[in-house]
Every structure is written in structure tokens, then in C-alpha cells.
């Protein structure tokens, strides 16, 4: 999966407002890509890894977000979860041409102009009630016409009054031609997401991309929004919130199986990304989110 490379979808809407969408995991349509529309997407079962632009971070069922125009998006469930999945994504896709000609002709919908506006970074609605994003989509899925749209038009508005959201990405991202020297930081940034438990250093990557050190920091920062440590622990840093709730393993375990070389060093940075221990990621996530796979024991 490419971070910086999306593929390009064009939606078929055949003559509606607004498109439906159900599926299981993995599918063929869980992939890194980007397209004109505005994407509501509610995560039915299964954790992972969410990218969203630049943003890299875990999900958990129940999860709902709001991807804006041409921004990037996938959610990875993790390996660990080795059986498929016949559900796991409900999502709706809408223009911006449509919404926005219709608060110009209602002006009560201009509640929703800074909504869109932000969701060009990206939005997760923490703590809202997935049984609420559910009902919704159910009823899209299940209605036609007027009816459908009226629904829709609800979910939006209920969704905007939410008070806690977050945006994800550090700034937006739209996709453009690349220059060489994005295309070599593409390929940098692919190598990490896959060997992210290695040894990698500003010197490597440089050298992969036939750069000085300087020029390619430079480079890769203006590309992706981070700088290139911090990049490589933000992903080590998902994935091991991902083992803190799947797995019984040591955090010290944990620790080293992502990459990090010493314990402290792990923590510093987890409680700077997560603002918690990893200690404490694993219990609340626990408590929050019920048992996981497998029953928790003293190992940690």
C-alpha cells in the first residue's frame, strides 16, 4: 500500500445523490485511494490501522469518519484477525457540488459549511454512539427517493452537532503529479510502512533516494507533513497499540517487535502520541472496549 501514491477512483452514482456502500474484509475495494466525493465510513467490527492523508492511527468498531474531497484513505484491519469478515465497512459517498448548491438554496444549512470545510483533514467522531451511525446507514441502505435523502440530510446534521471530533491529518492532502524527488520520497515512505520494525535512519533513507541527508529531509517533510523520525514512530507507535490490545505479549516485547530499542525510549513517545503509557492504553482500551481475543493476563 503506497501512502503517498493513492489510487484514483471515479464514483459512479447512476443518477443518485448519494452512493451506498457495504462490505466484508478484506475486499478488493479496501484499498489506499482517493476520489472527488466526501465519504461518510463507519466501522462495523474488526481493529486496525486507519490512514487517513498523512494520519496514521489505530480503529476499532464502531469508529465513524468523514474523509473530505481527493483526501486519502484505508483502513487496514489487522492480521490477527485471520478469518474473513462478511461486514465490516457501511459508508456513504457525496459530492460537493450537490451539498454545496443545497445550502445555498437552504441557507438553514449553512451549519454545515465549517463541517465540510474541515473534513478536508479528515474527521473521527469520538464517542459517538455507533448505534445511532448504524440506524442511519441502515436506513439509507433500505430506503429510495426523497425518503433516502431525507435521512441522509439528518445523519449529517446529527454528526455535525457531535461535539467531540478530531481531525487527522496534520494538513490536507490532494493529489497532484509528483516530481521525481516525491516519487523516490513515495518510495521511502512504502519501504517503512512494511519494514517498520528495522533499523531506519535518516542516513538509509537518504541514501535509498540518492539525496544528502539534508535535502532529503527537506524533501520528505514538504511531501509528507513529518519529518522522517517522527514518521517512522508514528507507525511504530500504531502498530503497537494495535498488540497492546490483541495480544498478551510483554509491553517490553511489544517495545522491540515495532522497532523501538529500549523501553524508555518507547514510552516517551507513546505517551507523547497517545498522551498514556502504553500500560494504561492497554487497560483502558480493554475496559472501554471489552475483552479482547484473547484473556488478558499479568504479562505486561
Known sequence: MSII????????TNGHSIRFLEHGWPSELCRWHSHEQYELHLILRTRGTAFVGDHIGEFKAGDLFLTGPNLPHNWVTDED????????????????ENIRTMIKVFPEFNELTEFLNTSSRGLLFED?????????MEQMR?????????????????????????????????????????????????????????????GQAAEMT????????RNFQRVTGNRFVEFVNRVRVGHACTKLFETNDPISSICHDVGFQNIANFNRHFQKMKNMTPREFRH????QLGPSPTQESSSA
Open 128 to 136: 459517538l454512539d455507533p448505534r445511532v451511525s448504524t440506524h442511519f
Open 142 to 202: 433500505d430506503q429510495t427517493g426523497a425518503e433516502r435523502i431525507l435521512s441522509f440530510l439528518r445523519f449529517l446534521i446529527v454528526v455535525n452537532r457531535h461535539p467531540k471530533r478530531k481531525a487527522l491529518s496534520v494538513a490536507p492532502m490532494k493529489q497532484a503529479l509528483l516530481s521525481s524527488k516525491q516519487l523516490k520520497v513515495a518510495r521511502v515512505v512504502d519501504y517503512v510502512s512494511q519494514h517498520y520494525a528495522d533499523k531506519l535512519s535518516v
Open 81 to 96: 484477525f485471520s478469518e474473513p469478515v462478511d461486514k465490516r465497512d457501511m459508508l456513504i459517498q457525496f459530492s460537493d
Open 210 to 217: 540518492c539525496m544528502s541527508e539534508a535535502s532529503f529531509s
Open 284 to 287: 483502558t482500551s480493554r475496559s
Open 5 to 12: 501514491l493513492p489510487e484514483i477512483e471515479v464514483v459512479h
